[in-house]
């Protein structure tokens, strides 16, 4: 490729507000402009960095047996309201209606489209297991764009879901997929940590992500040098509340004022009838409890309002079935469910009250009807600083989200109907998993990982050239050299599919320094240079951008010598 006919409009005023490095260099190279908040153009420079990483992911994906497939990014609303998430997920969905005033949405991902053809084609377990995916547009409407391209509103994701007819089918594709995703950022020449995630609301069911270490991160995550303990702080802050339970301290505050489901849901904008609460509470005992509350109970609207985000089900009969109890349970709980108490102590969100039978109750619930405990408040846990695993120190480091996997079970396939007929003729819901990338983070944590105060620094396999020559004049005998060069070496590696190279000439009639500094911004791992004093001893120069070595080489060794 020619530099003369390339389009990369460098930049050099960076307008002020603009503060990650990625951005700034993403800017100044020409790789990207902003549209408008969260909106981006890839240039031709980005966009051959996306179609690296892209190919990479498909190499992975078809390496663990992954078939690419295309959805739509305009979902009726329906299938989503089946889940639930069209009324738990808030600002972040685009809606829109169509020309009849049919509800419909932009896609932020595609479980339910996943589960949905799931449930229209697979009938039986010989058709499974499956792994589907595709590289393909979302559409978040996030709270605060930033970063350049690390949070946009529309981005592309790489997302594969894997169906299975059990646990053991999830687990290995689960596991396919995690080791896909080691490939994949080793690959793309990232330093990167896989953490144990969040898990949320669904407490029981395995998450991890893939972090990628940087001070223009907005994760933190908790590494432990000595055991090599790597968490995302959350789920660190659990651990380590896990482990000072026993010195909580409790507080009387207020008894709740009663207000009606319905009262509560109109406040919150939520439909009354996917309307359910899960409340922790801690036994007399120090063990969590879980309250599951109906939307015929009366609830407490403030601290309702504070916990529905973090703890809001799909469906009623969803979270009883994930949960496995009954409709206004209460009582101790097993693993699971002290995850997710764990988690919500340290977020503040759990709560205390007396038991009317020991370890068992709570006080003044008719469970199914009325709901009049006393509330007590948690003061807050004291994180202990030390590993969980190995009692050494810990450190935190901030990180960007690069990719993040998930145990999905059956949230998706039940509610979608996405059943299959097993090997005895029963009727069983197909067990699903999801992962997701997004390629432009990839690209974007690779700069702030990798760069100097001279611009990006490309690690080769995601480089938008390999290769670029730079013939320091344009004089007839330095030309007609370069040119050579850039002949043979693309010839000659591109008969080789395994070394393929791609090749950039700055062919343009500029002087040396521009060339070099404009070389040095855009990143492109090797540099060729080509001049006339080096050409009287009948050399040219091999440089590195990353380490700026350079070396003389004879011309007519020069294409060996490149790689
Ligand atoms: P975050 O916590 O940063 O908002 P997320 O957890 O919402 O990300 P997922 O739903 O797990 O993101 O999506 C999978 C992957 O898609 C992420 O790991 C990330 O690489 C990418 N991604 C998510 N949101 C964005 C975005 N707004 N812009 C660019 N890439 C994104
Ligand atoms: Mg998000
Ligand atoms: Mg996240
Ligand atoms: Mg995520």
């Known amino acids: 490729m020619r530099y003369s006919k390339l389009f990369i409009p460098t930049m050099r005023e960076i307008p002020s507000g603009i503060n990650a490095i990625s951005h700034i260099l993403m800017l100044k190279a020409g790789y990207v402009r902003q549209l408008a908040a969260g909106l981006f153009i ?6 051959r960095v996306l179609n690296k990483i892209n190919t990479i992911l498909k190499e ?79 559409l978040r409407d996030e709270a605060r764009p930033r970063g350049g391209v690390l949070r946009t509103r529309e981005f592309i994701m790489k997302d594969s879901y894997s169906f299975d007819i059990d646990w053991e089918g999830l687990d290995r594709n689960y596991k396919l997929h995690a080791e ?85 849901a109109e406040f919150l904008g939520l439909d009354e009838r996917y309307f359910i609460k899960t409340l922790l509470v801690i036994s007399e005992k120090n063990e969590p409890v879980i309250v599951m509350l109906r939307g015929d109970q009366e609830l407490n609207e403030k601290k309702l309002s504070r916990i529905i985000g973090e703890f809001s089900f799909a469906t009623p009969e969803q979270a009883l079935e994930i949960l496995g109890v009954e409709p206004g349970f209460i009582g101790p709980t097993g693993h699971k469910i002290k995850k997710i108490a764990d988690i919500s102590i340290q977020k503040g969100l759990a709560y205390v009250s007396g038991a009317n039978k020991k370890d068992y109750h709570l006080q003044g619930i ?19 600083d030390n590993c969980p695993k190995c009692g050494s120190s810990l ?11 998930f145990k999905l079970g059956t949230k998706y396939s039940e509610p979608l109907n996405a059943y299959f007929l097993d090997k005895d003729g029963k009727e069983k819901p197909i067990i699903m998993g999801s992962y997701g990338i997004g ?60 070394r393929h190279m791609e090749v950039l000439i700055d ?50 060794k020069a294409v060996v010598e490149i790689v």
């Open 60 to 138: 992975e994906m078809e390496k663990i047996g992954a078939q690419e497939i295309s959805m739509p990014i305009l979902h009726p609303a329906e299938i989503w309201q089946q889940t639930g998430r069209w009324y738990s997920i808030k600002e972040e969905m685009f809606r829109l209606k169509d020309r009849t005033g049919r509800d419909m949405c932009l896609g932020m991902t595609h479980e339910e489209i996943m589960a949905w053809i799931a449930s229209k084609e697979i009938k039986s377990y010989r058709q499974l297991p499956q792994i589907w995916y595709q590289i393909q547009t979302k």
């Open 366 to 384: 008719v469970p199914g009807e009325h709901f009049d405990a006393q509330w007590m408040d948690i003061r807050k846990v004291k994180d202990k």
């Open 180 to 264: 896909a995703y080691h490939r994949i950022f080793t690959r793309c020449g990232l330093k990167y940590f896989q953490v144990e995630s969040d898990p949320g609301i669904m407490g029981d069911m395995e998450s991890h992500e893939f972090m990628a270490p940087t001070p223009a991160g907005e994760d933190d995550i908790v590494l432990c040098d000595h055991c090599g303990y790597a968490a995302n702080i959350e789920i660190a802050k659990s651990q380590l509340s896990t482990l000072s339970h026993l010195n909580m301290e409790y507080k009387e505050v207020h008894t709740p004022q009663k207000k009606s489901v319905k009262e509560v």
């Open 507 to 556: 062919d343009r009639d500029e002087r040396p320094g521009v060339k070099f500094k404009d070389a040095d911004l855009i990143g492109i791992p090797i540099q060729v240079i080509v001049g006339e004093k080096g050409l009287k001893e009948n050399k040219i120069e091999i440089k590195k951008r990353r380490t700026k070595e350079t070396k003389k080489v004879p011309v007519n």
């Open 439 to 498: 390629p432009a983070r990839v690209a974007a944590a690779a700069i702030e990982q990798n760069h100097d105060a001279d611009g990006i620094i490309w690690p080769k396999s995601i480089a938008p050239f390999d290769i670029e020559i730079i013939p320091l004049n344009m004089n007839s005998g330095t030309i007609q050299i370069a040119e050579e060069l850039y002949e043979k070496i693309t010839e000659i590696y591109n008969s080789f599919a395994d």
């Open 395 to 405: 450190r935190i480091e901030k990180a960007i989200e690069v990719g993040n996997i």
């Open 42 to 47: 890839f240039l031709p420079l980005g966009w």
